[in-house]
């Protein structure tokens, strides 16, 4: 005699779970036209996002506005197609910027450089990079950690806070930047974190938090990230695979109960 067959939930409630596309249901051997329409929107907002407009001197202004002076960099990627096309040219600081910032170096006092970049997603900066901000500088001036400088940066890819930081003497340097659109989060935000930057690093010497965004990483507990990652590359003088994200053991109760990501 068999045993009596294990009871599963219907497919369609792992709709409840994810914003993956599952149990789109089919006609014929072609989708549905909602879930294809819906499709077709979500491709599109992604394409929007890559190709959005960045406002650098309103996120100057905004930073301002919380106290922060900022300072304006480019990339060597003069315009966006350049920057699709030739990403190493984001990775490096176009030579007015360069020359800039070496006459800042040794104002950041070996302390902690943020840069805050377009990336592949302008629209994600600018919906999330100030509110970020606002919940993050708290954090590490509890922690005794002072930002030397805030840089707004360009046609920027991660690797660019590598020479922005090497330019100033960053300890370490916190890249905030728009991730690659996907297509249930256009408005994704990223932050990465190097100690020591110099050109010439790979993501192996970096630390990320990602999916910063209203349906993920809410902005309280990803500044509770960043700001333990910081704490703990200054006092281990590592980051990347060297250093281990453990923040989670000492996350607050009432920020890892709104670990869904709901906004603060």
Not at 100 to 117: E, F, K, P, S, W
Request: proline content about 6%; overall charge neutral.
């Amino acid at each position: 005699m068999k045993p009596p067959a294990a009871s599963h939930p219907p497919l369609t409630d792992l709709k409840e779970l994810t914003p993956a596309r599952v149990a789109l249901g089919r006609t014929g051997a072609s989708l549905p036209t909602r879930p294809l329409l819906d499709f077709t929107l979500d491709h599109a907002r992604a394409r929007d996002a890559v190709h959005a407009a960045f406002d650098a001197e309103a996120l100057v202004g905004e930073l301002g506005a919380l106290g922060l002076p900022a300072h304006r960099v480019a990339s060597r990627a003069a315009d966006r197609q350049t920057y699709l096309r030739r990403p190493d040219l984001g990775r490096r600081l176009d030579a007015p910027s360069a020359a800039a910032l070496a006459g800042l170096r040794g104002m950041a006092g070996d302390r902690l450089a943020i840069v805050i970049g377009d990336g592949l997603s302008p629209r994600a900066v600018h919906a999330h990079a100030i509110e970020l901000m606002r919940c993050l500088m708290p954090r590490l001036a509890a922690d005794g950690i002072a930002a030397a400088d805030v840089l707004v940066a360009s046609g920027a890819r991660v690797a660019l806070g590598d020479e922005i930081g090497a330019c100033l003497g960053a300890k370490i340097v916190v890249v905030l930047i728009g991730e690659r659109p996907g297509l249930s989060a256009p408005d994704s935000l990223g932050a990465y974190l190097t100690f020591a930057p110099r050109v010439g690093l790979t993501d192996a010497d970096r630390n990320c938090v990602s999916n910063i965004h209203r349906a993920g990483l809410g902005y309280d507990e990803a500044a509770f990230k960043i700001a333990w990652l910081v704490r703990a590359a200054c006092a281990r003088g590592v980051t990347g695979v060297a250093l281990k994200d453990e923040s989670a053991d000492s996350m607050p109760h009432r920020i890892a109960a709104d670990a869904n990501g709901a906004v603060n």
